[in-house]
């Protein structure tokens, strides 16, 4: 009953930026919990960021002081700022819901999330 709807990847050069965008519809947007996942050819789907309903933040150590999650409730969007990209940052990125309650000892594991957006490439130059 929930949709994702991830936007904003594309090309950029190192050191630069993106913002990706997750926009949600179905139910109640403000009672999920949010994640962002990457998955690059031949590696396993890693953890990126997490924002809970009451706007805790959690990030992956790689990313840490790069990035940035955030919500818009009034919009139903979270929102991932990319900056100071890498080469290794490449990769395809997927946005995530659960519902309700999440334990935050594992906001990182893949497979507690109820709800997956298609993906949006992100590709960083050298």
């Known amino acids: 009953q929930v949709q994702l709807v991830e936007s904003g990847g594309g090309l950029v050069q190192a050191g630069g930026s993106l913002r990706l965008s997750c926009a949600a519809s179905?139910?109640?947007?403000?009672?999920?919990?949010m994640g962002w996942f990457r998955q690059a050819p031949g590696k396993e789907r890693e953890f990126v960021a997490y924002i809970g309903w009451g706007g805790n933040r959690y990030y992956a150590d790689s990313v840490k002081g790069r990035f940035t999650i955030s919500r818009d409730n009034t919009k139903n969007t979270v929102y991932l700022q990319m900056n100071s990209l890498k080469p290794e940052d490449s990769a395809v990125y997927y946005c995530a819901a659960k519902d309700y309650g999440l334990d935050y000892r594992v906001v990182g594991d893949s497979s507690r999330y109820d709800y997956w957006g298609q993906g949006t490439q992100v590709t960083v130059s050298s």
């Open positions: 179905g139910r109640t947007f403000s009672n999920y919990n």
